[in-house]
């Protein structure tokens, strides 16, 4: 009986935490729709003459860079919800390649708030973006 529990348990953890690994993918993969829309604001505000011409490269740059991690950690949920991997060895793996440091044990709603700032940073990205766009024309 105790060990029908504990498995019980474990079963309905690894449900959970698949639920919200594959959550957070499908949300993740939004981005590429805000990848587009960088683009096009990009291209509409190309004028190397406007005042606000390197903070858009700049800007552009490290949306960019937002993007890849998005689209990286996108893949990485994607494979935890179908159970591919598990945390540890994805730490573990991340840990060999030098793509992480050393943080200790992190549950996955501390890796899906992590994947979420990231998002939510191409968000704030995008929308000043879209002010230097207005405040150029």
């Known amino acids: 009986s105790l060990a029908k529990n504990a498995i019980k348990t474990d079963r309905t953890f690894k449900e959970i935490m698949s639920a919200q690994a594959r959550l957070t993918s499908h949300l993740l993969a939004t981005a590429r729709y ?4 960088n683009l096009v604001v990009f291209a509409l505000s190309f004028r190397p003459d406007s005042g606000f011409f390197c903070l858009q490269i700049l800007l552009c740059a490290a949306l960019l860079y937002l993007h890849i991690r998005i689209y990286f950690d996108q893949m990485l949920f994607s494979d ?14 991340l840990g060999v390649l030098k793509l992480k440091m050393p943080q200790g044990d992190r549950n996955i709603a501390e890796r899906v708030q992590g994947a979420l700032r990231l998002w939510k940073y191409v968000l704030y990205g995008t929308g000043i973006q879209l002010l230097l766009l207005f405040l150029a024309s």
């Open 80 to 93: 935890l919800a179908h159970q591919h991997i598990t945390t540890e060895e994805l730490d573990k793996a």
């Open 34 to 37: 805000i990848g587009v829309l």
